[in-house]
């Protein structure tokens, strides 16, 4: 488990958190929201010990990060927005194998992980392209792979799927969600609502406040109240608000099905 607790942090005069906190749980699904410039980066440095907290304190698994700072970025695997960016090798099997260079391994158990991770990434098949002939999609699964290698306990994924197409997005949220049912904790930073369909609990962080809850809550809130109001809603989101607002009628447990939302509005205007 991570314990975020009261911390405050600032870039020189810039302060981006105040008073701060935040737990995440062991094996929970978790999307990070929030406008550009919310912070979410600066939440993801904290938790790598690349930037350090100036009061108050991050727990991991009840120890302190700044103390056992090597154990902790064992513990935290890594995605970024572009693949092309994370990749230093032309072999598949050489980039999964340079995650876990320096770490002591002998050739045996590399092998044998490169194995499992490359079953885990649906990429078994290809492992002998060079990684030039992957698509967009499998070369994130190959950097979700080289981050899976030293079996971190929690995956991030900064706007990890902001470039990929929806089929391909699908794809690597399924594989998120077998991930998390191994009992890996994901935290997403997304921009796509869309994306909640599979995820737990949301974290948004909203001018330095924070809303935490569970997925279906933070979707009642949006389509309800005025949560979402700075958020840029999938159209969805926007069809189930008016349908809300003009007929009271809540069909926030709905939205990712296109045809229960027509469905309703079908019923709407039948009702006229
Ligand atoms: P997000 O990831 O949500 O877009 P960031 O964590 O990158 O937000 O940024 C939070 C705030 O901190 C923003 O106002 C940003 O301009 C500022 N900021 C981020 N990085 C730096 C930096 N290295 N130096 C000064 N200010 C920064």
Not at 6 to 20: A, G, L, T
Not at 23 to 40: M, V
Not at 130 to 157: F, Y
Request: hydrophobic residues 40%; negative net charge.
């Amino acid at each position: 488990m991570i314990e975020i607790k009261n911390i405050d942090f600032s870039y020189y005069e810039r302060e981006v958190f105040k008073n701060f906190s935040l737990k995440l749980e062991d094996g929970k699904f978790y999307t990070l929201l929030g406008k550009n410039g919310s912070g979410k980066s600066t939440l993801v440095k904290l938790l790598l010990g690349i930037v350090k907290v100036k009061s108050g304190e991050i727990l991991v698994d009840g120890k302190n990060l700044t103390d056992n700072l090597y154990e902790v970025r064992k513990n935290i695997g890594m995605v970024f927005q572009n693949p092309d960016e994370q990749i230093v090798s032309e072999r598949i099997d050489e980039e999964l194998a340079f995650s876990m260079e320096n770490y002591g391994y002998s050739s045996m158990e590399m092998r044998e992980r490169i194995e499992e991770v490359l079953q885990e990434i649906n990429l078994l098949e290809k492992r002998d392209l060079r990684i030039s002939q992957l698509s967009g999609g499998e070369k994130q699964r190959l950097c979700i792979g080289s981050a899976l290698m030293l079996k971190p306990k929690v995956l991030v994924l900064d706007e990890g799927t902001a470039m990929l197409d929806e089929k391909n997005r699908e794809n690597i949220m399924e594989l998120l969600k077998r991930l998390r049912d191994r009992g890996v904790t994901i935290l997403l930073i997304s921009h796509h609502l869309d994306e909640l369909k599979y995820v737990d609990e949301v974290i948004y962080l909203k001018n330095g406040e924070l809303w935490q809850g569970d997925r279906d809550k933070f979707l009642k809130e949006i389509i309800t109240g005025s949560l979402g109001e700075s958020l840029e809603l999938p159209p969805n989101f926007y069809i189930a608000r008016e349908i809300f607002r003009r007929k009271g009628i809540d069909i926030s447990k709905n939205l990712f099905s296109s045809e229960e939302v027509a469905e309703h509005l079908w019923r709407l205007s039948l009702k006229k």
